[in-house]
C-alpha cells in the first residue's frame, strides 16, 4: 500500500508542478501579446460554463419581455404635433401650355449647343 500511496504523492506532485508550469507560460505569453497588440485574452478559471436555456424557459422570457414592453408603451402617451405648426403645402399643378412653352425653351437651348459644338469640330 505504500508504493501506492507514493506513487500517487509523486503524481500530485507532478501535476501541481505542472500546473505553475502551465501558469508562467500562460502569463508570459499573455506578457507578448499585449507587446504585439494583439491582447487576446487567456480564459481563466473564474469563467462560467455557458448556460443552457430550455425551449419553454426562453417562451417564458419572451412573453415576459413582451409584456414589459406593452406595459410601457401603454404608459407612454402618443406624440401629437399641432396642425398650425406642421402644414403641408398645396401640390402645385402646371398647365399644358406652360409646359410646352418650357420644353420649346429647352430645345431651343439644345439647339444652339449643338450648333456650337458643330462649329468648333
Known sequence: MSNLENALRELREKRSQAQIEIEKLDQIISGIESLNGT????????????RIIS??????M??????????IRKQSQPVVFPTSIVSVPAKRTMSASARKKIAAAQKARWAKVKAQQKKAA
Do not use: E, F, H, I
Open 39 to 50: 491582447g487576446a485574452a487567456v480564459p481563466s478559471k473564474t469563467t462560467q460554463p455557458k
Open 55 to 60: 425551449a419553454a424557459s426562453r417562451r417564458k
Open 62 to 71: 419572451a412573453l415576459a419581455q413582451k409584456a414589459r414592453w406593452a406595459s
